[in-house]
């Protein structure tokens, strides 16, 4: 059984920073491109960023450019996300998410198969 389990959410300050973090158990990662999504209350649901099976290649929505950063360790399997200079806009419950592609990046949950509970980020103005 493949499960993802996010951790690093938190109540942070604008401007602040958090760090979220992704373990994946039951299948290895290593070659399949990997995701953080977010979803506010009443908002569909958002690609953040995208990272490729052997990280060469990263996507990320404009919005979080500059400031978001996806990374991944496949050793350890397990994918990252660095945010900084948060704003209130990046409150949302922030999902990790795997996918069956093992080419370049993609932005499509239907194209991730397995997903994380999620983790509460809330940023304060």
């Known amino acids: 059984q493949v499960q993802l389990v996010e951790s690093g959410g938190g109540l942070v300050q604008a401007g602040g920073s958090l760090k979220l973090s992704c373990t994946v158990s039951g299948r290895a990662i290593a070659g399949y491109v990997m995701a953080w999504f977010r979803q506010s209350p009443g908002q569909e649901r958002e690609f953040v960023a995208a990272i490729s099976g052997g990280g060469q290649f990263t996507d990320y929505i404009d919005s979080v450019k500059g400031r978001f950063t996806i990374s991944r360790d496949n050793a350890k399997n397990t994918v990252d996300l660095n945010m900084r200079t948060l704003k209130p806009e990046d409150t949302a419950l922030y999902h990790c998410?795997?996918?069956?592609?093992?080419?370049?990046?993609?932005?499509?949950?239907?194209?991730?198969?397995?997903w994380g509970q999620g983790t509460q980020v809330t940023v304060s103005s």
């Open positions: 998410a795997v996918s069956g592609t093992r080419t370049g990046t993609t932005r499509s949950a239907v194209h991730y198969h397995h």
